[in-house]
């Protein structure tokens, strides 16, 4: 039995972000496409599923293919196991120094999480658009950030919020070191400028 099943996939998501991101309104996806306002909301609100016609007239309006925006689309379970993975004898991380990385969330969601085991490209600076978490699981890490460094050991966490420009490089051998972070195509972090009294 698998961790993970096909499951219908969750369109209205897919709908809501290529909307916004073209700054139209229901009602203006309702005239281009034909269909009603309640219908577009509950579609977009994943209480509704589209017919495949519907969809393709939604995706006209929205100028994608109904392809695009299945690809865009959430799986519709909300529970996914995602197994470590099994090394064989003798391939394991202390005869690999190797660094290694793997996502630990499948498929288009709004956190990401990757574990990087081992060391990376030290002198690469990083800056994520949305805020993020370090979580070091084994061994110990120096992070360059905002100017200053910090170290971290085996159970510390740094918090990022988005826009900070950093680095960082493992410090022990067969380091693990958890990034879990707000998805790119996610606009958590607000504008700066526009918060700001004037």
């Known amino acids: 039995m698998g961790d993970h099943k096909e499951q219908p996939l969750r369109v209205g998501a897919a709908v809501r972000r290529r909307r916004r991101s073209l700054e139209l309104t229901l009602a203006v996806v309702a005239e281009r496409s034909g269909l009603s306002v309640p219908f577009l909301s509950q579609i977009e609100n994943d209480r509704a599923r589209p017919s495949t016609s519907s969809l393709e007239k939604v995706a006209d309006a929205l100028r994608t ?13 909300s529970v996914d196991v995602v197994r470590a993975e099994i090394a064989e004898p003798g391939t394991g991380p202390e005869s690999d120094p190797e660094p290694r990385s793997r996502s630990l969330v499948r498929g288009h969601h709004q956190m990401h999480a990757s574990e990087f085991t081992g060391d990376h490209d030290a002198g690469r600076e990083f800056q994520y658009r949305n805020d993020q978490l370090m979580y070091v699981a084994d061994g110990a890490v120096e992070i360059e950030a905002e100017g200053r460094a ?20 493992a410090t022990v051998p067969d380091t693990r070191v958890v990034v879990v972070a707000v998805a790119e195509h996610i606009e958590a972090v607000r504008d700066r400028d526009r918060g700001r009294k004037r």
């Open 65 to 77: 293919t109904a392809v695009e925006l299945l690809a865009a689309a959430d799986p519709a379970c």
């Open 150 to 169: 910090y170290r971290l050991g085996r159970g510390d966490t740094l918090y990022l919020t988005g826009g900070v420009r950093h680095r960082w490089r």
